[in-house]
T-cell receptor, first 115, second 115 residues
């Protein structure tokens, strides 16, 4: 079974600075997708960024980028120019590309942004 | 685009009653919908996956007679918690996607409190 590990329960960053959230996963599959979701206090899950395993290029969405290291099974999220609105729980998630639709989530990292 | 509406956002009811939660995709066809449960300060746990017009597939340990899922149309799925008890109190979140290549889009969640 696939597992997703987020080893940082809490992180803090100064406004306008950069922060990196860690995520590692375990799988024997070669075809899969990785996601970062944000859950603010309102509790809605918001897709931040996705990465297809077959793509070597790291995904980027404005201030959000990932460092996808397939061999190391690592998928970290970098948030640049942090804003107060970035404060939230961040969940890393895995989805098989070939078997089923199930999203497997990590335990989350709570990000605080200091003004 | 890709908006998922979940209703109600918060419900309080007495033990023994049944509660229905609706999940609607507003601007896309939700071929597959997912129901998650989230306990305080924990990650999301998948309860079941439903495809339009088919019976839902429940995760191990989830009572299908307790949590009834109906996905009768491409835009609507419902979760009914039957004979709810205090231990069913939780945050329930639905998500939906069109094709397998598309990511899951989440509703705002429903906070269920059973007295």
């Amino acid at each position: 079974a696939q597992t997703v590990t987020q080893s940082q329960p809490e992180m803090s960053v100064q406004e306008a600075e950069t922060v990196t959230l860690s995520c590692t996963y375990d799988t024997s599959e070669s075809d899969y997708y990785l996601f970062w979701y944000k859950q603010p206090p309102s509790r809605q899950m918001i897709l931040v960024i996705r990465q297809e395993a077959y793509k070597q290029q790291n995904a980027t969405e404005n201030r959000f980028s990932v460092n996808f290291q397939k061999a190391a099974k690592s998928f970290s999220l970098k948030i640049s120019d942090s804003q107060l609105g970035d404060a939230a729980m961040y969940f890393c998630a895995y989805r098989s590309g070939s078997s089923g639709d199930k999203l497997t989530f990590g335990t989350g990292t709570r990000l605080a942004v200091r003004p | 685009g890709a908006v998922v509406s979940q209703h109600p956002s918060w419900v309080i009811c007495k033990s023994g009653t049944s509660v229905k939660i609706e999940c609607r995709s507003l601007d896309f066809q939700a071929t597959t919908m997912f129901w998650y449960r989230q306990f305080p300060k924990q990650s999301l746990m998948l309860m079941a996956t439903s495809n339009e017009g088919s019976k839902a597939t429940y995760e191990q340990g989830v009572e299908k007679d307790k949590f009834l899922i109906n996905h009768a149309s491409l835009t609507l799925s419902t979760l009914t918690v039957t004979s709810a008890h205090p231990e069913d109190s939780s945050f329930y979140i639905c998500s939906a996607r069109d094709t397998r290549e598309q990511p899951q889009h989440f509703g705002d969640g429903t906070r269920l409190s059973i007295l």
